[in-house]
């Protein structure tokens, strides 16, 4: 479920209401989702995330909900169920690496790193928009202006701009010279 949420790049409503058949090939290879405000898209799922997924199918438990996640009563998961079972993996991990307890894990945190990744893999926002289902380009900006990484990438392929300290001398202005010339009292040639 972590996996799938990462992959995608998901939405926590798009997660907990995945069904077999938005699964249109029986492989797994990709993922018909439904996102908010209707917006469609199909992704392509790694192999990883196709194996994990076989596997969670494999002994996922008979019951009536066509959800693919569900909760100990064998009801589909909730957005609460999801976020109290990433909680659990968060203690989990940071037995193996303590510093992840000073970070707060949440369940956006998993899409936002997946748009940091894709980002960083494509150089393209566009293609993380499409990835992540946004109306518009706007939406996936609120992720560039989060990374001060990614702006420290752009300021060292750029460098610093050559400039030299000096004083600023204006070209020769014909019309600023007779102006000048004027209000110093002299005669002006035309």
């Given at each position: 479920?972590?996996?799938l949420?990462y992959a995608?790049g998901?939405?926590?409503?798009?997660?907990?209401?995945?069904q077999?058949?938005d699964?249109p090939?029986?492989?797994l290879?990709?993922?018909?989702i439904m996102?908010?405000?209707?917006r469609?898209?199909?992704?392509?799922l790694?192999?990883?995330t196709q194996?994990?997924l076989?596997?969670?199918l494999a002994?996922?438990?008979?019951?009536?909900?066509?959800?693919?996640f569900?909760?100990?009563?064998g009801?589909?998961?909730?957005?609460?169920?999801f976020?109290?079972?990433l909680?659990?993996?968060?203690k989990t991990?940071?037995?193996?690496?303590?510093?992840?307890l000073?970070k707060?894990v949440?369940?956006?945190v998993?899409?936002?790193?997946?748009a940091?990744h894709t980002?960083a893999a494509t150089?393209?926002?566009?293609?993380?928009?499409l990835?992540l289902g946004?109306?518009s380009?706007?939406?996936?900006?609120?992720?560039?202006?989060a990374?001060?990484?990614?702006?420290?990438?752009?300021?060292?392929?750029h460098g610093?701009?050559a400039?030299?300290?000096?004083?600023f001398?204006p070209q020769?202005d014909?019309?600023?010279?007779?102006?000048q010339?004027?209000?110093?009292?002299?005669?002006?040639?035309?």
């Amino acid at each position: 479920m972590l996996h799938l949420a990462y992959a995608g790049g998901l939405r926590v409503s798009e997660l907990v209401t995945l069904q077999l058949r938005d699964f249109p090939d029986r492989s797994l290879s990709t993922v018909h989702i439904m996102g908010k405000g209707r917006r469609e898209r199909v992704l392509p799922l790694w192999k990883e995330t196709q194996f994990v997924l076989r596997a969670w199918l494999a002994i996922r438990p008979d019951a009536q909900a066509a959800e693919i996640f569900l909760n100990a009563n064998g009801q589909p998961m909730t957005r609460d169920g999801f976020a109290f079972r990433l909680a659990e993996h968060v203690k989990t991990a940071a037995t193996k690496q303590p510093s992840i307890l000073g970070k707060r894990v949440t369940p956006h945190v998993l899409r936002h790193s997946c748009a940091m990744h894709t980002l960083a893999a494509t150089g393209d926002i566009r293609k993380v928009a499409l990835w992540l289902g946004h109306a518009s380009i706007q939406s996936t900006e609120t992720y560039l202006r989060a990374d001060p990484e990614e702006k420290l990438q752009i300021l060292a392929a750029h460098g610093a701009p050559a400039i030299r300290p000096g004083r600023f001398k204006p070209q020769s202005d014909d019309l600023l010279s007779m102006l000048q010339e004027i209000r110093a009292g002299g005669h002006v040639k035309i």
